[in-house]
């Protein structure tokens, strides 16, 4: 099996033909739109260092998973692909420890920004040209405050590597940027990420943006479908806490691919042509769930998929569901290392605009993913929002207060000058 990729990384669509009435006209800029597919490929090509970047991405993902869900309880889905390529465009703006911090985040420290951009381009220009049957598209873009020009160099590897257009604006009015953003995100996932934000930071001056559309029908034609809705009943779903709740079950009988692994169960279900398959990574215990999602980032995802073989006939029952998310992904990925990015002091994004700026920092880092699994198939769509801020103008002169010796205290009144309280601390 080929399929090197989660299939919660799924991507985007493009526009319909005829827009409704109320929909937003998008800046000119945003209709470039990424490579369409014309030709199938057998697989993505991917040299020996970009595999590496594969296995380092799949690590990364897991790692997100379990912050994910030691912040959220419940069901939810998220595409890591969408934030790595977020990620990947607003590295190119960033310079020093910041910048390190964000290769290592995403696992290709050791390479730098050239392999990275390069390895972003193969899988945009290819990931979708691997089964045709697929709707699978990818779209980047940056809206950028008329304040500050973006340096060419940055604007450039932008679009030459990720396809991403650069439109600019006023963002005094807070209304029409967000008409611009959530008009993109809505165009790019065929609606389902509508509306994408609700607010702009008052010093917001740029928005780095990805999304992903993904849908795909299960293999099987309409004589042998995989499922069969007419079969779908409901039966009681046991949660963690040992409570029941009734939903409905698709069944399936064949020969799918699967793997006894211990503690947890894996079958992989193929769409269309049998290029991406839908795993589902069931514990033997139904309390099981978060020391699965604990494990996987020291799991590798090659190794897992490729015990996977089709020598059983599988009597699948699974839900049909609709899942959703909605993350500010901030504190996972300062958990995960990303510190300096967040920092409006210690940030360094040097590269990204030209002339006298105030200097920016991450001020957030939004993503929206949806997910229906129904008879028929898959639908999902994600979009990752990385939001650029001004930083606070600096003090002329800093000073490092540190009390780590002996040290007189005081309290007192300010008005009058009274002192109430006096004394001294010295650590004993």
Known sequence: MKTRYLILTAVLLVAACEKPQNEVVLDEAFA???PAPQTALTRVNLDERQQGFIREGNKMSFRVLRQLSQENEGSFVCSPLSLQLALAMT????EGETLQEMLDVLGYGHE???ALNAYARVLIEQLPAVDLDVTLKMADAILVTDKYPLKESFRKVLREYYYAPAASMSFDDKSKVLEQVNGWARKNTEGLIDPMLDDVNPNAAAFLMNALYFKARWQGGDRDPMFNSEFTREDDFLQADGSRKKVPYMVSGRYFPYADLGDYEVVALPYA???????ILLPKKNDGLDALV???????WNDLISKLQSNAQVYLRMPKFEVSGDFLLNNALKALGMRRAFDDIAAEFDGMFDGDTPGFFISRVLQKAKMSVAEWGTEAA????VEMTEKSSLPEKVVNFVADHPFAFVIGEQESGAILFEGVYSGE
């Open 112 to 114: 730098g920004m050239g």
């Open 294 to 300: 604990k494990a996987l980032p020291d799991v590798s």
């Open 382 to 385: 994600a979009v990752t929002v």
């Open 32 to 34: 470039i739109e990424q």
């Open 91 to 94: 590295a190119n703006g960033a």
């Open 273 to 279: 042509s049998g290029k991406f398959f839908f795993y």
